[in-house]
């Protein structure tokens, strides 16, 4: 048995991934509405139209119902993570929780599990991330993810538990290195459709997210990542698939931009709050992320994409 809380994109299709190797799964959504109308349909027409919700997969309302020590992965948006936390703290505690947001938290600088061990500190929090459209996972399409976690032993638990027929897991102890990846592959696909959208072309764009994987490094193992997680599923397998594909939120996000063209406000972008956040702990820590600083400029409207590239392209020359 393993529990989903959040019925988003994403929440629905690991809970739709994880029925299919047979188990019970518990599917949490905060709105009742939303719960009845996903038992009567089969489905998640709000969020994941067109996938059918197996029979093993039940839909809950109340998270108090999952029963005790059973691992509860967490699938609400990384601006709203602390909020189901706050709300949810007694039925949370006690029992291994993932983290399946990507993101760095606005008001506090702290990634994912930062959270939950802040608020929840019986917790062993680990991470999923990695390559991964919702839609992909929910049909069943292959992929391959990193679950970050510092107790080892937790970790192996959580490995063995969350590989499904579609979804071969990788593990590791960086949590930093990982949730890293996660949040600031999210502000270089914000910066690559934009560059797309403005019709800056591919070359500008493989320029953009080598240039941005190196940004992603520099904080990262500033903050005491390892190399090899960056250069993996999390960090560049993730940054490769986000930057390059029209399923990305955030890269049409940037493609509306460099278009000039307004985006429907309802659709989950994280790069947006997040490269803000990464912004801020940048220039605390002193470190250098021009992408990062102009994707913030334009989200601000301070900066056209236009007088971004010529920002970046007439940097002082220096070494790769
Ligand atoms: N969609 C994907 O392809 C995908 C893939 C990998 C990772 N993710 C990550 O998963 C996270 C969720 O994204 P998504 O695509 O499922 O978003 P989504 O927009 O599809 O859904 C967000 C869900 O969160 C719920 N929610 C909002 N505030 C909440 C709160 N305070 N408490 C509980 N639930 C709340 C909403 O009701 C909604 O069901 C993001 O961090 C995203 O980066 C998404
Ligand atoms: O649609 P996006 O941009 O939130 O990206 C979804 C996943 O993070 C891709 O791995």
């Given at each position: 048995?393993?529990?989903?809380?959040?019925?988003?994109?994403?929440?629905?299709?690991?809970?739709?991934?994880?029925?299919?190797?047979?188990?019970?799964v518990?599917?949490?959504?905060?709105?009742?509405a939303?719960?009845?109308?996903?038992?009567?349909?089969?489905?998640?027409?709000?969020?994941?139209?067109?996938?059918?919700?197996?029979?093993?997969?039940?839909?809950?309302?109340?998270?108090?119902?999952?029963?005790?020590?059973?691992?509860?992965?967490?699938?609400?948006?990384?601006?709203?993570l602390?909020?189901?936390?706050?709300?949810?703290?007694?039925?949370?505690?006690?029992?291994?929780?993932?983290?399946?947001?990507?993101?760095?938290?606005?008001?506090?600088?702290?990634?994912?599990?930062?959270?939950?061990?802040?608020?929840?500190?019986?917790?062993?929090?680990?991470?999923?991330?990695?390559?991964?459209?919702?839609t992909?996972?929910?049909?069943?399409?292959?992929?391959?993810?990193?679950?970050?976690?510092?107790d080892?032993?937790?970790?192996?638990?959580?490995?063995?538990?969350?590989?499904?027929?579609?979804?071969?897991?990788?593990?590791?102890?960086?949590?930093?290195?990982?949730?890293?990846g996660?949040?600031?592959?999210?502000?270089?696909a914000?910066?690559?459709?934009?560059?797309?959208?403005?019709?800056?072309?591919?070359?500008?764009?493989?320029?953009?997210?080598?240039?941005?994987?190196?940004?992603m490094?520099?904080?990262a193992?500033?903050?005491?990542?390892?190399?090899?997680?960056?250069?993996?599923?999390?960090?560049?397998?993730?940054?490769?698939l986000?930057?390059?594909?029209?399923?990305?939120?955030?890269?049409?996000?940037?493609?509306?931009?460099?278009?000039?063209?307004?985006?429907d406000?309802?659709?989950?972008?994280?790069?947006?709050?997040?490269?803000?956040?990464?912004l801020?702990?940048?220039?605390?820590?002193?470190?250098?992320?021009?992408?990062?600083?102009?994707?913030?400029?334009?989200?601000?409207?301070?900066l056209?994409?236009?007088?971004?590239?010529?920002?970046?392209?007439?940097?002082?020359?220096?070494?790769?």
């Open positions: 048995m393993i529990a989903v809380a959040g019925s988003g994109a994403f929440g629905t299709a690991l809970a739709i991934s994880l029925a299919a190797t047979g188990q019970g518990q599917l949490w959504a905060r709105d009742p939303h719960a009845d109308e996903m038992r009567q349909a089969r489905e998640n027409t709000r969020r994941l139209p067109g996938v059918e919700l197996p029979d093993n997969l039940q839909i809950i309302t109340e998270l108090e119902t999952i029963a005790a020590e059973m691992p509860v992965l967490l699938a609400a948006p990384m601006q709203r602390r909020d189901m936390l706050v709300l949810h703290k007694l039925a949370l505690g006690g029992r291994p929780l993932v983290a399946c947001c990507k993101g760095v938290e606005l008001s506090t600088g702290l990634g994912p599990t930062g959270i939950i061990e802040e608020l929840i500190p019986s917790a062993k929090p680990a991470i999923l991330t990695g390559p991964s459209f919702a992909d996972i929910a049909h069943g399409l292959p992929t391959a993810l990193t679950l970050a976690c510092r080892r032993d937790a970790g192996r638990a959580l490995q063995q538990a969350l590989t499904t027929p579609n979804l071969r897991i990788y593990r590791t102890t960086d949590t930093v290195g990982a949730e890293l996660g949040a600031v592959k999210n502000v270089i914000i910066a690559s459709g934009a560059v797309m959208g403005a019709g800056l072309g591919e070359s500008a764009r493989a320029a953009l997210m080598t240039r941005g994987f190196a940004e490094q520099r904080m193992l500033e903050l005491g990542a390892r190399p090899d997680t960056l250069a993996g599923l999390s960090g560049f397998g993730d940054l490769a986000t930057c390059t594909s029209e399923q990305s939120r955030n890269y049409r996000y940037g493609q509306s931009l460099g278009r000039g063209e307004s985006f406000a309802d659709i989950t972008v994280e790069g947006a709050a997040t490269s803000r956040a990464v801020d702990q940048a220039r605390e820590m002193k470190i250098d992320m021009p992408i990062t600083e102009a994707v913030v400029a334009m989200l601000d409207g301070t056209q994409l236009r007088q971004a590239m010529e920002m970046l392209l007439s940097r002082p020359l220096k070494e790769e």
